[in-house]
C-alpha cells in the first residue's frame, strides 16, 4: 500500500466539535490551542478533529463565521505545532452514526439532504481546499447500515467531483458500513482520483474494547474480559484488516485507521497490552491511524487513570 505521509499517527480531539452540548463555552473551553501543543508533544503528527454540520450551519441551511471560526483555530493551532489536521464531517443533515443520541435520518433517501451535504463540502473546499500540505478531508463518519452502500457509494462520487473542481488535490477520506469496519473496506467502489483513501476505524474485539459501555446492544455491560481472554492478537488484527489491505493494494492507495482504542473500564495494563498489539500490525502494513480519544469522552489518553503508563501509552499511538 502507499504510505499517508503526514498522517501516520495521530489522535482524536473528539467531543470538543461534534458528541457535546454545542453551548458556547464549551465549545470554548473543551479544546484550546494547548492541548495541539501537548498533542505535539507526545510525537504525534497529526490530529482528527470531528465536527457537527449544525456548528458550520444555520437552520437554513446559510452558514456561520462562528463556526468556521473553530475550524480556523484548529488549523492555525495545528501549523503552528507541527501537526496536520483532518476535518471529519460526524454528523450531517439527515445522518447521525449514533442512532441513541441523535435524531437525524434520511440521508440516503433524501435528495434534498444530499444535496445539502455537497454544498457544505463546497464550502469546506473554498475555505481549506488550497492546504494541501496539511489539511485532510473526511466525508462522513460510520454509514451505519449494509443498505446504505449503493447509495453511499454513488453519493461520494459525487461529493468528490464536486470538491475537486474547488480542491483538486487534497486528500480525502472515505469509509463504509457498519460504522467504517475493516471487513466492509472492500465495498467501497474504486477511489476517485490517487488523493483518495481507504477509511476504516477498529474497536475489536468489542466486547474488550466496550466492556461496561451503556450505548451499544452489542455487548453485555456487565460483562468483564481480560486481555488474555479477549482473542486479542497480531494474527487476529491481520485477518480482521486483511480484505481492506486487499482493496487498498488493488487500486495503489492507502489504508487509514481513523479511531480506535479501548474504554476506560480496561486497566491500564490491560489497554497497553491492547494497543501494543494493534500497532504492530498498523506498523507492519504502513496503516495510518489516529487513537480515540485525547481526553474525556470515555476513552481518554490524557486521563489521569493513564498517569503511570502515559509515557509508553503514546509511544504505542
Known sequence: ???????????NFGGWLSQCSYEKEHLD???TEKDFEIA????????RVPFDY???????????DNGFAYLDMAIRASRKNGLNIILDLHKTAGFSFDY?????????DSKEYQERFYRLWEEVARRYGSMTSNVAFELLNEVTDA???????????????RIRKIAPDILILVGSYHNNSADTVQFLDEPFDKNVIYNMHCYEPLKFTHQGAYWTTAIIPEERIPFE???TSPEYFEELFSTAIAKAEKFGTSLYCGEYGCIDVVSPEDTIKWYRTINSVFEKHGIGRAAWNYKAMDFGLSDERLSKVHNELIKLL
Open 29 to 31: 473551553t473543551f479544546i
Open 1 to 11: 500500500m502507499r504510505k499517508i505521509n503526514g498522517f501516520n499517527k495521530g489522535v
Open 40 to 47: 505535539a508533544s507526545w510525537g504525534v503528527d497529526h490530529v
Open 54 to 64: 449544525n456548528i458550520l450551519e444555520n437552520k437554513d441551511g446559510t452558514y456561520n
Open 229 to 231: 481472554e479477549s482473542v
Open 100 to 108: 441513541y443520541g441523535e435524531d437525524e435520518n434520511g440521508f440516503f
Open 147 to 161: 443498505e446504505f452502500i449503493d447509495a453511499w457509494n454513488r453519493i461520494v462520487r459525487e461529493c468528490i467531483s
